[in-house]
């Protein structure tokens, strides 16, 4: 089942902070996003397992709240570059596939 | 290290028509994964192959298939084209198979059928 992301569209004004968020009705074991530029491939972020920690990558993380089956990611002070859609793709314990969400589009402006 | 690549870039087909995509995945991962992406929407898994077997698929039917290669390469082959087909199909590349593994995406074929 797709997991479902919230907000569907975001704009923020350049160094301004924004939350995506993700979840699922299904129990998961592991979280993946990635952002996705126009006309481009999906390019990979991070990814986050059961009993992991929280992850960073500079100025983007995210965490995994496994009891609630929810995955945040955490953009602050955004740059102009991090505009796009950003998936959320979720796997489950033995399973061999990613579904991914309908997206999040994320535009930055000056 | 070479990442993935895809062939061909665009391909326009006409409905009834058969299609046939290729993949190279990145060096030293045995596993590749196809998806469907229509416009607006997330990438929608078609399925997955892991040493040259057929891993497991989505909700696509037969006249979606595919094949793996020695070299870890794959075909992802579309028979009976409908209108419906036209997306972008990216194929992604693991290390191995599970859902604990970092996909790397290729940079998709677009596909129209008119």
């Known amino acids: 089942q797709q997991p479902v992301q919230s907000p569907q569209a975001v704009i923020l004004r350049e160094g301004e902070d924004a939350v995506i968020n993700c979840s699922s009705s299904?129990?998961?074991?592991?979280v993946h996003w990635y952002r996705q530029k126009h006309g481009e491939a999906p390019v990979f972020l991070m990814i986050?397992?059961?009993?992991?920690e929280q992850k960073g990558h500079e100025k983007i993380s995210a965490s995994f709240n496994e009891k609630k089956q929810q995955s945040s990611l955490y953009l602050t002070a955004s740059q102009l570059s991090y505009s796009g859609t950003y998936f959320c793709?979720?796997?489950?314990?033995?399973?061999?596939?990613?579904?991914f969400g309908a997206g999040t589009r994320l535009f930055v402006k000056a | 290290e070479t990442g993935v690549t895809q062939s061909p870039t665009h391909l326009i087909k006409t409905r009834g028509q058969q299609v046939t995509l290729r993949c190279s995945s990145q060096?030293?991962?045995?596993?590749v994964s196809w998806y469907q992406q229509a416009l607006g929407q997330g990438p929608q898994f078609i399925f997955q192959?892991?040493?040259?077997?057929?891993?497991g698929r989505g909700n696509f039917p037969p006249r979606f298939s595919g094949l793996q290669f020695p070299n870890y390469s794959s075909e992802l082959n579309v028979n009976a084209l409908e209108l419906d087909d036209s997306a972008l199909y990216l194929c992604?590349?693991?290390?191995?198979?599970?859902?604990?593994?970092?996909?790397?995406f290729g940079p998709g074929t677009r596909l129209t059928v008119l």
């Open positions: 192959y892991y040493r040259e077997e057929e891993n």
């Open positions: 986050l397992l059961k009993g992991g």
């Open positions: 299904k129990a998961l074991y592991s």
């Open positions: 793709g979720t796997g489950r314990a033995g399973g061999f596939k990613t579904i």
């Open positions: 992604a590349s693991s290390l191995t198979s599970g859902a604990y593994n970092e996909q790397f």
């Open positions: 060096s030293g991962h045995n596993t």
